[in-house]
């Protein structure tokens, strides 16, 4: 029953909240988190204030790394040996830390991330720096605790005589918690800090006049400056980091690009080696080698260019794909008043003032206890010497040291501590430089006493200690600034040059949606009409281009595709080709390319002319279509529909200094002839205007754009297979939104309509029946003919009913122009 009452049930909930919160607090405090006044952490502090113990100091020769280990391990540090040697090598690599605290020799790693040498083989010792850190520290300036077996007493902070946490930053997680805190330049902090000593209300922009922004160890250039203020302000914020480079030219007109600082926290080989990755998998033009040529006077990595390559191009694709440029993510968190925070600027700088306001106000109370007691001995001794005889009578009439002392105190009203002295005093001491050595001790003990006291009583003059102590570190420790800032982050483009070989290849695209290109040697090894393509399908486009020219692909639907060539598989003349619902996620079914324009750089002097079924029209600027973000999955718009049942039925590019007239013809026979310069130019999302009034149940066939004076034929084709020829300019020219004219002469019984209408220039068509007989007819055969005519027959209606095709023989001569 007893055992039963030790018992305790609980949930688990209970527990693992419980435990893992201790567990928690543990971390944050005692192992992840630095501590804002002295920037470190628990194991760093113990590391320098065991070396220190043990005098392995910046002036005493270098010690095996395993034994200040083994004495950290034994008397502060109840944790693996590797975790409190990782820590101290850090400590004393110069990559990593601003100002090192430990001096190592041996190999204590490299930026390359490889691993240092094991603790047996390294030696260390406190670096110069380190002391400041630890000054005074004998000197009751810091709380002392209990160490883990309550056998030692450590420091809960070093009395640090410079801002620690902002010159070597800090990097750690913990449960809950992540801290990023950048290095800075020791001269700059330290007059930050005497700055805000001075101006307690100081504003942050004045601060920066001081501290414009972090210095890394490795050098490089910071861009954004308010980005650095916005992480100044909050302690979170993000800036851009990259190398720091230079082109070199070589024999023979080549150029190399020569890296000499790299990124903070960057692993140099594994950069090189991504480089070259890059080079080796030709995901970019022009790089011919890369090389690693940093020794002993520094970092040198180099980057060998083919001839003629763009040096600006190669160099911006590799800070936005490799880590020549990252962003580094400033995230201050620091334990203040034993519990973490976010710090920013000002709080890191006021609690580091505030803490050695405490150390030095402990340190002179410490000093003054130290000489008021001095100056009490040198009183009795001065006085002793003034009754010299009188004393040694006293001394010599006593029994022993005890009564020696007991007799001065009684008969001389001496005090124990002075009797003390008096006893011990030797001989020598009684000759007569020795008095005038006393009075002088007295009066420097006097003064000192005085300026201690009015430091304590003070607050001007502990001030002016800080600022002075804070000057003599920056005067004997003062560095120039290694990293660069620069005002703007900035944007980095890459021109497609860079990353694409330039090559003349064949484009060809269907109506149904395929495309490919072939080089020109599987091109010229078939004929041009052995194309890989569906027998339903046909080509709407097939252009000799470049690999560096674009394309945009207008639908029926009204969507515009942006596609470069360098992006369309590269494939046999005899293959199908890719279609573009393979990576188009809004590709209908019924959906086909109406039109394909090819361009090297979009052209503002263009514009694109868009008409629909239903009688809209409109113009856009081609260069509302310069590529989007998401061109590989969506189409852009090109025309916005009223409603569901319209699509496109022609679009052109053309010149906006052209003089052009818009000529449309419709279904049921009737045409309209007007000013494109009536058509407004709108964006790519409108829908347009009205372009032709049309009748109940009418649409539009086609629309062309034609001369306004001159001669242009146009070809009507019929559903009873009639085609006639006519002149555009037989119409007049009338205003937008009209109803227009006949071009057919209405019959009572079975009249004609249009099914395909197109430019009358020396063309072939082909023209299918309802019974899919076909006949080929080239359209310039035809006279030109009036508007009231109905033309002359190519297909007997009677015999194979409708005409319900009109196709475009395709011109097999492939174009070379743009």
Known sequence: MEQNKQIQELTLEEVMGDRFGRYSKYIIQERALPDVRDGLKPVQRRILFSMNNDGNTHDKSFRKSAKSVGNVMGNYHPHGDSSIYEAMVRMSQNWKLREILVEMHGNNGSMDGDPPAAMRYTEARLSELSDQMLADIEK?????????????KEPAVLPAKFPNLLVNGSTGISAGYATEVPTHNLAEVIDGTVYLIDHPNASLDKLMEYIPGPDFPTGGILQGKEEIKKAYETGKGKVILRAKTETETLRGGRQQIVITEIPYEVNKASLVKKIDEIRLAKKIEGIAEVRDETDRTGLRMVIELKK????QGVLNYLLKNTDLQVNYSFNMVAIDHMRPQQVNLKHILASYIEHRRDVVLKRSQF??????????????????????????????????????????????????????????????RLTNTDITELENEAEKLASYIAELQKILSDDNELMKVIKNELRQVKKKFNKPRLTEIEEQIEEIKIETEVLVPSEDVIAAITKEGYVKRSSLRSFSASKPEEIGMKESDRLVFCQQLNTLDNLLLVTNKGNMIYRPVFELPDLKWKDTGEHLSQNLLNFSADEFILKVYSYSELNSAKNFVFITKNGMIKQTRMEEFGPWRTYRSRAATAMKFKNETDELVSAYLIDDQEELDVFLATYKGMALRYSLAEVPVVGSKASGVKAINLKAEDTVTNGLLVYSNGDNPVVIVTQRGAIKRMLAQELNQLTRAKRGVTVLRELKKNPHRIVYMGDGQEKTLVLTNEKGEQVEVQSDHYPISDRSSNGSFALDEKQGGKVIDVKEQFNEQVDKEQ
């Open 308 to 311: 003629d390559a763009n040096v």
């Open 140 to 152: 009751d300036t810091v709380d002392m605790v209990l160490n883990f077996d309550d056998t030692e």
């Open 367 to 428: 000093e003054l206890n130290k000489a008021q007691k001095r100056q009490h001995i040198v009183d009795g001794l001065m006085k002793a010497l003034s009754i010299l005889d009188e004393v040694i009578a006293t001394i010599r009439s006593s029994k022993d040291k005890k009564d020696a002392k007991n007799n001065l105190v009684i008969k001389h009203q001496f005090t124990q501590a002075q009797a003390e002295a008096i006893v011990n005093l030797q001989l020598y």
